[in-house]
């Protein structure tokens, strides 16, 4: 049997980082606003998607807590966030068939644990790696090559970023693999880059890895 390595992205794949940014804005307002927090959450929600700089807004109606300190508790929160549809499934299926599992993710070390302790599946994968952790960021080679071992046939990996994401992989001869965005990404797709950038494969959920 071929031995595949099996490699996810976290934030806008395994879950939805606009998930974990209620759950810090619900810290947040519940930290500041000692009566009337479900009224400030959803004030801060509206200004966020309206672009407005939240932050700025809470130290201007709050000055006793600094930007540095939400920022903190922004970053270092545990947060209270879901996998996305498919993903349990799915990684109970990949462990199931023995295949290796790993996961590659931009960002803080604390930030990044507590969504992956949140989630219940730190435990699931044979190496993670985190950028502040490693060194370095997507899409420098170095955090993908790191799962380079003898005995694996096929590396798959799977995101959501277009502009980071691929092009690693596919210099390695991964099969790189978009979670297309269904309305809930942060970040938006843009496809009309250099080929060298673009997946091999696009999903609209995740569940459709099972028929690959």
């Known amino acids: ?7 996810f992205d976290l934030d806008d794949t395994l879950m939805y980082e606009i998930d974990f940014l209620k759950s810090a804005y619900k810290e947040i307002s519940t930290l ?4 009337n927090q479900e009224e400030l959450y959803n004030l801060m929600l509206s200004k966020y998607q ?9 130290i201007e109606n709050y000055p006793e807590f600094s930007k540095e300190l939400l920022l903190e508790v922004y970053r270092n929160h545990f947060p209270t966030i879901d996998l996305n549809e498919g993903a349990d499934n799915l990684l109970k299926e990949i462990k199931a068939k023995d295949y290796k599992l790993g996961l ?3 960002g803080r070390s604390i930030t990044q644990r507590n969504k992956l302790k949140a989630l219940g599946i730190e435990d699931l994968f044979d190496k993670i790696i985190v950028s502040e ?13 790191i799962f380079h071992e003898n005995d694996i046939d096929d590396y798959f990996y799977i995101a959501d970023n277009p502009k ?11 099969t790189s693999i978009c979670l297309l965005d269904q309305g809930s990404n942060i970040h938006s797709q843009n496809f009309n ?20």
Do not use: A, H, Q
């Open 50 to 58: 309206k672009g407005e700089n939240v932050f700025d807004f809470l």
């Open 104 to 106: 590659i993710t931009d």
């Open 133 to 145: 952790e490693f060194g370095s960021t997507k899409p420098d080679e170095r955090n993908f090559k």
């Open 1 to 7: 049997m071929k031995v595949k390595y099996i490699i």
């Open 193 to 212: 880059i250099e080929e060298d950038y673009l997946p091999k494969i696009k999903i609209n959920s995740l569940s459709e890895l099972l028929k690959l």
């Open 32 to 35: 500041v606003e000692k009566e």
């Open 164 to 174: 980071k994401d691929f092009v690693s992989p596919n210099k390695l001869g991964w």
